[in-house]
């Protein structure tokens, strides 16, 4: 069975940081380009952060540039999102996403993990 798994969300204040894991299952990390999308309370699904399956290229959405950061371990079929210097406005639950390109979303979803960010 393909599936991702998020973890590493919870609640922090603002200007903490969090780092989220996407662990894959049933399928070989290596081939993949992963993605991270957010979805805030009311809002659409937005992406944030993307990198190749050869860890070559990767991407950011304006809003995170500079704070958020993203790696991947093939060999522990994990992909990581470090996000530092968190603002009240990245309060959202977090997906990760296989299979797609920075501008599109593939086929495969985790189950998301929610980042409040409060004090």
């Known amino acids: 069975q393909l599936q991702l798994v998020e973890s590493g969300g919870g609640l922090v204040q603002p200007g903490g940081s969090l780092r989220l894991s996407c662990a894959a299952s049933g399928f070989t990390l290596d081939n993949y380009a992963i993605g991270w999308f957010r979805q805030a309370p009311g809002k659409d699904r937005e992406g944030v952060s993307f990198i190749s399956s050869s860890d070559v290229t990767t991407f950011y959405a304006d809003s995170v540039k500079g704070r958020f950061a993203i790696s991947r371990d093939n060999a522990k079929k994990t992909v990581y999102l470090q996000m530092n210097s968190l603002k009240a406005e990245d309060t959202a639950v977090y997906y990760c996403?296989?299979?797609?390109?920075?501008?599109?979303?593939?086929?495969?979803w985790g189950q998301g993990t929610l980042v409040t960010v409060s004090t």
């Open positions: 996403n296989a299979g797609g390109s920075s501008n599109r979303a593939g086929p495969l």
